[in-house]
């Protein structure tokens, strides 16, 4: 069913106009709401140039915006290293001959998909507070990578699991057959294979990342949305802030989701890299208690 | 190929961490690091171009002159409420300035010069606004808008129950919710208000007398007499020469408030009492226990709105109309690639303060605590169902095509088709995932604490910071959610399975 067209008959005359009528409509309803929108702002005085003009000062964006940028990037990009990191080893862990090992690894990995990702960043953070293990500079970063890293490297594990049972019998029975041992097999035939069909997942993965650095805002954590609403404090222009640090996020992970589809469509395509996992943009991660499809 | 990957990617992660630990090293013997808040308008705050202005920024730099260090020899260091001690303890700061009160609590680990500012918790409202006079009016239901955890949010929650207490995790965001009107008032120790009111002349005015006692005091490494006495003496001398007081009136001045006379020094460097430990399940059971029925609330509540949706949706996606399509393809891009923080805080401050759709009858006495959750609702409701939308499309996906074409073929209308052929099937192919969407929206129930949503996240926040048994708190927040989340994936990997159709 992946063409619409199968659901309908291509639109007649008839079809044509209602067609247009509909959009008409839509179209009007959508003007009256923003416009509507739009005039509640500007009786709320949140549309005067007194709270757009600081968005074209440079002080603006070197102080607020550029730090803010810097923390989400940060964040994510340490925190899908070590989460494919750790999701590697956790998914090699599941993957293991060893049943002591398969289970710790198990317990792990469903223990942390199904705690919050605030709930460990609160921890985390107030832990590390206690002991003193980063300085305080980094608290909030580390409190952050560290709730990032342990949820999607869970998640990746699951993610790795699944990359190797999609790979053809084939492959496995070979490695045996060529007297390789499981580690061997693991590592040399399933593991690159695997990785590479699971480089879109991973990509749009890094999607969800870059949302949930958004969470440190409650630990403090200097990102975009946190120096959104210091913008808003500093010149008093709290939902114009919101609204510019919700385009540039918006359109930054717009651009990795086109990515991760781009991405899927040529590995499709070509015939010297194995068939991509789909990118399954509906569905946020496996469900904790049920095995991988 | 991956075994070189690999080798690559763990020296990208060494080489980060590497970084990380390098760049927090680095200090200099002729420096002094002075710890203090960013945020504080009027007695911390970094100015747009990145420098430290306010009366507590004075203070630390007349001490720091008479210690023998120029203000280019200060590095400035955030001291975030909730670490000040720590940083003190952990000699990574040499002393603190950053609105400290000086508590027993805190005598137990750190040693404090001063005071130099005695203050209380006192109010700000609307320039407009003349109901409000003092605490005692506010008690019939008035909205108070204080930071989430904090000493003045907890003092209003045991003394002033009559008082609807809507939480932020930030001044700011009070402040803009007192501007829009949506709020009544303020509350917090009355210098930090008059900072705020001094960023906005003319628009707010503090009312009534201050109804706590706090004194602000420079925190330092517990014992140290010597650096005691000396920052002491600089106060003394502030105080003596005048520049105390230019100091007040330059930064808390333009909000209309006086100078007090300046404190006596505190002579006790001792804590009375020792160290309260409190009974975590007795003081906090019955609050856990309602905590996470507020968690399960918003699940299902923003379960059923976001299945209503996302079906419509999937629908608006599917259907033959070009502009209901694309409409569809819109929402899910814009509402996906959002992070849920952000409208979650949309909900709040665009729908409930700005248009004033706050879901609630405004006179209603528990009007901030409904329209919290419903707006909450809201926003995991419209998160979520971009994903209900996408998951069902994928099953819509997993549906042969020789079924939608028989259906046409027997004349079936596009509406028949989806509602009798399609989605029945589709439905029973996603239970699987759907179940993994609500573990998901679980989870998310988290962020309602952004704005105030009594459930689990928020409170475990506030016994973290009430009480000193984290691990312990940890846990129980923990395993709240692994008894909430696991059942529910075991549930719905059997009613998929149950359900699934065969082919």
């Known amino acids: 069913m992946s063409e619409a067209s199968v659901l309908y008959d291509a639109p007649g005359p008839r079809a044509q106009r209602r067609n247009l009528l509909f959009a008409a409509v839509i179209v009007a309803v959508i003007i009256a709401m923003v416009g509507w929108v739009l005039w509640q702002f500007e009786s709320k005085g949140q549309l005067t140039e007194a709270k757009w003009h600081p968005f074209l000062t440079a002080n603006l964006w070197t102080t607020y915006v550029l730090p803010g940028a810097v923390g989400t990037l940060t964040a994510a990009a340490v925190s899908i290293v070590l989460a494919l990191v750790l999701g590697l080893l956790l998914g090699m862990g599941r993957l293991s001959d060893s049943r002591p090992v398969r289970w710790a690894c198990s317990v792990f990995v469903e223990f942390f998909r199904a705690v919050p990702v605030l709930i460990m960043m609160l921890f985390a953070y107030f832990l590390f ?26 998640v990746i594990a699951e993610i790795v699991r699944a990359g190797v049972y999609a790979l053809p019998r084939g492959q496995r029975e070979a490695a045996v057959a060529l007297g390789l041992r499981p580690g061997q097999t693991l590592r040399l035939i399933l593991l690159p294979q695997a990785v590479t069909s699971m480089l879109p997942v991973l990509v749009s993965q890094m999607v969800v990342v870059l949302k ?37 996020m918006i359109s930054l992970n717009f651009a990795l989701s086109a990515l991760a589809t781009r991405l899927e469509a040529r590995m499709r395509q070509s015939r010297r890299t194995p068939d991509p996992l789909p990118v399954n943009t509906g569905v946020q991660e496996d469900t904790p208690g049920t095995p991988a499809a | 190929m991956a075994a070189r990957t690999l080798r690559r990617l763990a020296a990208v992660t060494v080489l980060i961490v590497a970084l990380l630990s390098l760049s927090a090293c680095g200090a200099n013997s002729k420096k002094i690091t002075i710890g203090t808040k960013f945020d504080q308008p009027g007695l911390a705050a970094k100015k747009p171009d990145g420098t430290l202005a306010g009366f507590d920024i004075d203070v630390a730099t007349y001490v720091a002159k008479q210690l023998g260090y120029q203000p280019d020899d200060i590095e400035w260091k955030e001291a975030p409420s909730g670490q000040r001690e720590n940083l003190i303890q952990n000699h990574q700061v040499d002393f603190i300035v950053a609105t400290y009160s000086i508590t027993d609590a805190r005598k137990q680990k750190v040693s404090f010069a001063g005071p130099y500012l005695v203050t209380g918790q006192s109010l700000l409202v609307r320039a407009d606004n003349n109901e409000i006079t003092s605490v005692e009016s506010l008690q019939n239901h008035k909205k108070l808008c204080s930071v989430s955890g904090s000493t003045p949010a907890q003092r209003i929650k045991d003394k002033y129950p009559g008082v609807q207490l809507q939480q932020y995790d930030t ?35 503090l009312v009534g007398k201050p109804f706590s006692v706090e004194k602000y005091g420079i925190g330092l490494l517990k014992g140290d007499k010597e650096l005691r006495q000396k920052i002491n003496d600089a106060i003394e001398k502030m105080q003596k020469t005048g520049e105390w007081q230019a100091a007040f009136d330059r930064n808390l001045g333009p909000a209309g408030l006086s100078a007090p006379p300046p404190p006596p020094l505190d002579t006790n460097i001792n804590a009375a009492g020792g160290a309260k430990r409190v009974d975590l399940w007795g003081t906090y059971g019955g609050k856990i226990v309602k905590a996470f029925w507020t968690t399960i609330q918003l699940t299902l509540l923003a379960a059923v709105g976001a299945l209503i949706l996302g079906t419509v949706l999937a629908a608006m996606r599917l259907s033959p109309v070009p502009v209901l399509r694309w409409l569809g393809t819109a929402y899910v891009n814009v509402v996906r690639n959002t992070p849920l923080t952000l409208i979650i805080l949309f909900c709040s401050f665009g729908i409930g303060n700005t248009l004033r759709i706050t879901l609630v009858d405004p006179h209603s006495p528990t009007a901030v605590v409904d329209s919290n959750f419903r707006l909450a609702a809201l926003g995991l409701t419209v998160y979520t169902a971009s994903f209900v939308c996408e998951t069902l499309r994928s099953g819509v996906n997993t549906v042969p095509l020789g079924q939608a074409e028989a259906a046409r073929s027997l004349g079936l209308s596009f509406g028949q088709n989806l509602r009798m052929i399609l989605l029945p099937q589709a439905f029973r192919a996603v239970i699987n995932p759907l179940g993994s969407v609500l573990i998901a929206l679980v989870k998310n129930t988290t962020i309602a604490s952004a704005i105030g949503v009594a459930e689990a996240a928020l409170l475990m926040k506030e016994m973290i910071e009430n009480t000193a048994a984290l691990l312990a708190v940890g846990s129980i927040f923990a395993a709240g959610f692994v008894v909430l989340t696991l059942p529910l994936g075991l549930l719905f990997g059997w009613l998929g399975k149950r359900y699934a159709v065969v082919r």
């Not at chain 1, 507070?129 to 869970?154: E, M």
């Not at chain 2, 965001?173 to 120790?189: Q, Y």
């Open chain 1, 212 to 248: 949930d650095t958004a969470i440190g805002y409650q630990i403090t954590f200097v990102e975009m949305v946190r120096q959104g609403t210091n913008i808003g404090s500093a010149y008093s222009n709290y939902i114009p802030a919101l609204l510019v640090i919700a385009a540039l």
């Open chain 1, 129 to 154: 507070a206690l002991y003193d293990v980063f300085p305080s500079r980094q608290l909030a970063l580390a409190g952050v990578i560290t709730g990032l890293t342990l949820y999607n490297g869970a």
């Open chain 2, 171 to 205: 001044y700011s965001a009070c402040l803009e919710a007192v501007k829009t009107g949506a709020i009544d008032a303020l509350s917090t120790d009355e210098v930090i208000l008059a900072g705020y009111a001094a960023q906005a002349p003319g628009a707010f005015k």
